[in-house]
């Protein structure tokens, strides 16, 4: 679920309750105009704690569960680790070196390009993915970045 959706769903909660969105906003401790935006689903960020407020005003749950459908992490990290290399990281061989913390050098670049570049997503994801091939816990494949993105000194801030 989105903001736009949870707007859409605050909203419809608001009138039912019989609550205009100036009460709800005095109620919450939002600006009238942050509600309206919210409903209308221009808003573009409301902070964490402010939205669980805001729906627990309103009776509202924010239920979390895992995506359903699965993003192939290791296919697609291998595939974003190649787009600038003449020859193509294999899933296989992407999977072998996370569980174990080996990198050979003909894929060193890629893991280079893996860790600077890719959408943190799709990491996340390949490491689920590793893990669960293996058969190892997932905080070994953690600790075998962490390492590899300190030896290669990236420059991203999620490794630092």
């Known amino acids: 679920m989105n903001l736009r959706e949870i707007g859409l769903k605050v909203g419809q ?3 039912d309750l019989g609550l205009s ?3 709800l906003a005095k109620l919450c401790g939002l600006s009238r105009s942050t509600i309206h ?5 221009s808003l573009k960020d409301l902070g964490a704690a402010k939205l669980l407020s805001l729906l627990s005003l309103l009776g509202l749950d924010v239920i979390t569960q895992e995506h359903s459908k699965k993003h192939h992490g290791l296919d697609m990290a ?7 290399y003449k020859t193509k990281l294999q899933s296989r061989d992407l999977s072998y070196s996370l569980a174990c913390g080996e990198l050979s050098e003909s894929i060193y670049p890629h893991i280079a390009t893996l860790l600077d570049e890719a959408p943190l997503e799709i990491i996340v994801s390949a490491v689920e993915e590793a893990a669960a091939v293996n ?3 997932p905080k070994v494949i953690w600790k075998n970045i962490n390492r590899w993105a300190h030896e ?8 630092a």
């Open 13 to 15: 909660r608001r009138s």
């Open 21 to 23: 969105q100036g009460r």
């Open 37 to 41: 935006h919210l409903e209308k689903g």
């Open 78 to 84: 291998s595939k974003t680790a190649s787009v600038s």
């Open 135 to 137: 058969q190892v816990a």
């Open 152 to 159: 290669m000194h990236s420059p991203r801030s999620a490794w």
